[in-house]
């Protein structure tokens, strides 16, 4: 009987290894397949059109990631529905890493506030952070032939005749629309934002003095600037640009808690093995810490930065949260 039981035992040994060793067996596969990506082209989808701020940023780092993967990485264009409809085929890919997100602001932590919620994807559940690129901060403007010299001049103004102050936008929860807003709620002003449906035709108005404030991404406004067509107020980053050294941060300028940078990053979507994640988010810290990348982007006064899928999964959520308080308390709407 001893003998009868010492076998059983052994048996049953025998078969817990046996499966322990077909479970890692299994297993291999999908780890080597994590370990050996990218076998193929890799597609970057940007919700942003040719030609625009991300969409140069992300060319950039799309040939860098070529050439170090060996692979074809191609950029994909989609825009629409406030950046929703390219970040909404992203998240709907298959999550196997070969589809990436260069994801904007508006889409990540803007659009489900403005939206009420009312979105074909949600960004924290189908969408895997992998690493924030950069910050690009607006700046508050004038004409040169307006008699606003700072902030102050601009406020006093809007105090003294509510609603004159007009200031022009691409569109409601864009990072124009929300500079103007939350520069009404931090100041007790009112503003009349000023939809356009061209950027280009936005900043002509500005310079023409035909809008009283161009509220615009630091590439934009930049050359203007430089050229004495439009003076420039603020910068809407907590730190001063070095591509504008003279030009106050809104703290400087007299306005408290005040922060506004339109954000670009990659994620890929929910589900995509954890080792192609971190190998990405690693590669692109990697390249960010270029010295001609980081010249190209501190050159358009913005601010280079990587972070784990951690940090920016946590970056995420706090400016998803300031921003639908900030939605909330200026009673901003989708179809404004």
Known sequence: MPNIKNSKRKLIQLIALSCASSAVMMATPSIAQSINWPEKA?????????????DALVRMFAQKMSESWGQPVTVEN??????NIGTDRAAKATPDGYTLLFNTLGPIAVNFALFGGKLPYDPIKDLAPISLVAKMPNFFTVSSTLPINNMQELIALAKKEPGKIRYGTAGPGT????SGELLNLRAGIKMTSVPYKSSA???????GGQIELLVHNAPVLLPHMKAGTLRPLAITSNARSPSAPDVPTMAEAGIADFE??????????????????????????????????RDRILAQASVPISNTPEEYAAFIQAETKKWAEVIKQANI???E
């Open 42 to 54: 890799v597609r970057i989808i940007v919700p942003a059109p040719p030609g625009s701020a991300p």
């Open 78 to 83: 989609v825009v629409g529905a406030s950046g």
């Open 175 to 178: 990072t124009q629309h929300l």
């Open 201 to 207: 035709q936005m900043t002509t108005d500005g310079m």
């Open 260 to 293: 506004i940078t339109a954000w670009f990053g990659f994620m890929a979507p929910a589900g995509t093995p954890k080792p192609i994640i971190d190998k990405v988010s690693k590669d692109v810290a990697r390249i960010i810490a270029m010295p001609e990348v």
């Open 333 to 335: 709407k989708a179809d």
